[in-house]
């Protein structure tokens, strides 16, 4: 049994009451963590207030050191907190999983540690000087959601102590442990207060509610669903608080007529089954022209069958569990709804505890709830179209914006579409492969600001201009 502890000013606190974590390939509670009580979070915020005061003074070059060392932490202990992931979250170590995240979380660390904002001149003549100078906003609140509890935990905190602010993070109920540990180990090389970790069991919208409508708190950054990010929203607005909201995404998937379905079967498949779907900017739709749409099914198909699911602790396996019962009744309710309107191709029969076989069902169109709804989960519909125009307005027919993919081998085309999605991102010929130099976000529903590069280091910051 693992027994997780908070760190709030340096100090490991274990909390009044705790909370049990399961994990979801067996149903075995495998550790605990802190409920956190509102005065451990004022604990937390004020630790990261003092704190603020000489890390917002280090040079560039100290901060960008202490990045550094953070990145090296992550690297030295990615095996110990890939083996926790894995415990809690389902996802297996092989494959696109644990391991992959860790690689991601120590990738992005590393690149975010060098990424420097200097002072702008804007001017400089006769008329005056005019400089633009970036600051810290203070304290940062991070919110993460569990389907990449550590690779998005590192999104949030490295761009911010790289900018020089603090930060209290708040992890998943359903994925602390590894959070939890991972901000011990970085205590171990940054200063005091400098990053703070809180846990709760979400009762009563939990900690991440009182986090949002915290006056200490200058900023927060979240990442989960499109309903919670607007009670962040309501509740930040007391206190004008900065937000980055990366929410909830529904991506479509366009194949044009000109595509080799045997070709494009591997990326279809990962780029919607990456995690179990459970990704947020997974394709979650995917609409196939009708000249190549039964062998384009046909070949996911065959690809999806020869990928192994089971317990993540197996090296065998490259998928694992849904990752928690909530998650699970909402796939199977979408999956029992669309198998009436459709045609199931592969999956649909629900295995042992959290186990859903990867699902593909054809004959959907819009308005079906499996088409219209995030899934986020191994469940995919294809929808057949006859001309492109009717593929781009179903693909924007929808509330969110996260991310979209184009599949053709002419790629100029493929790009002119591209540019007609409504959507943060677009890949062609594959879909979701974010990179940590490349400006990251949603649009409409799907939350505001970008993550990554200088375009989201730049959201940690307040722009000051200095006239002379
Ligand atoms: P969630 O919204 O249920 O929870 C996210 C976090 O918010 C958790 O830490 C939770 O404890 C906390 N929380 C709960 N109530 C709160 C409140 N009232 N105020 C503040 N915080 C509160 O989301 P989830 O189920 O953990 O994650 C899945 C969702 O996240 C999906 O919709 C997915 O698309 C989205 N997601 C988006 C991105 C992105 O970058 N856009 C990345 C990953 C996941």
């Known amino acids: ?137 203070g304290v940062v609140g991070s919110i993460t959601p569990w389907n990449f509890p550590v690779m998005i935990a590192i999104w949030h905190i490295l761009p911010a102590l790289r900018t020089g602010n603090t930060v209290v993070l708040k992890p998943s109920p359903f994925t602390p442990l590894a959070t939890l540990r991972m901000v011990e180990l970085f205590n171990e090389v940054l200063p005091t207060g400098v990053i703070n970790c809180v846990t709760g069991d979400d009762h009563l919208g939990g900690i991440g509610a009182a986090m949002a409508a915290h006056p200490g708190i200058r900023k927060i950054v979240f990442t989960g669903s499109c309903a919670t990010g607007r009670k962040v929203m309501q509740s930040a607005a007391t206190t004008m608080k900065r937000l980055t909201l990366e929410l909830g995404g529904n991506d479509a998937g366009i194949v044009l007529p000109d595509c080799d379905p045997k070709a494009i079967a591997e990326g279809l498949f990962w780029g919607s089954f990456i995690n179990n779907g459970q990704t947020c900017a997974a394709m979650k739709r995917l609409y196939v022209h009708e000249s190549i749409h039964d062998d384009v099914c046909e070949n996911l198909v065959a690809f999806a069958k020869s990928v192994p699911m089971g317990d993540g602790m197996s090296e065998q396996n490259m998928l694992g569990p849904v990752q928690n019962r909530m998650q699970f009744d909402k796939v199977a309710s979408l999956v029992t709804d669309a198998r009436k309107k459709g045609e199931l191709l592969l999956g649909g029969e629900v295995g042992d505890g959290l186990f859903f076989p990867a699902t593909i069902i054809a004959g959907l169109k819009n308005g079906d709830a499996l088409v219209d709804d995030e899934q986020f989960g191994p469940a995919l519909p294809v929808i057949r179209y006859r001309d492109v125009e009717e593929a781009i307005k179903a693909a924007n027919d929808s509330q969110n914006g996260l991310g979209g993919s184009v599949w053709s081998r002419d790629i100029e085309h493929a790009k002119h579409v591209a540019g007609r999605m409504e959507c943060g991102s677009v890949w062609i010929n594959k879909h979701g492969a974010i990179q940590p130099n490349a400006p990251f976000g949603g649009t409409k529903s799907s939350g505001f600001g970008v993550e990554f590069a200088e375009e989201g280091q730049q959201e940690y910051t307040a722009q000051q201009v200095i006239f002379s």
């Open 1 to 137: 049994m693992y027994v997780a502890k908070m760190t709030i000013g340096g100090r490991a606190v274990p909390g009044a009451t705790t909370f049990e974590v399961k994990n979801p390939s067996t149903g075995q509670v495998i550790g605990t963590a802190p409920n956190a009580s509102n005065t451990d979070l004022d604990s937390a915020v004020s630790a990261a207030q003092k704190a603020f005061a000489s890390w917002s003074r280090q040079s560039d070059d100290e901060l960008q050191a202490a990045c550094l060392a953070v990145a090296a932490k992550i690297n030295a202990h990615s095996d110990e907190l890939a083996t926790l992931i894995t415990l809690e979250q389902g996802k297996p170590l092989n494959g696109l999983g644990s391991r992959w995240e860790m690689g991601g979380a120590g990738a992005w660390a590393n690149y975010t540690s060098g990424l420097s904002l200097p002072m702008k001149v804007l001017q400089d003549n006769g008329q005056g000087r005019v400089e633009l100078h970036r600051k810290p906003l």
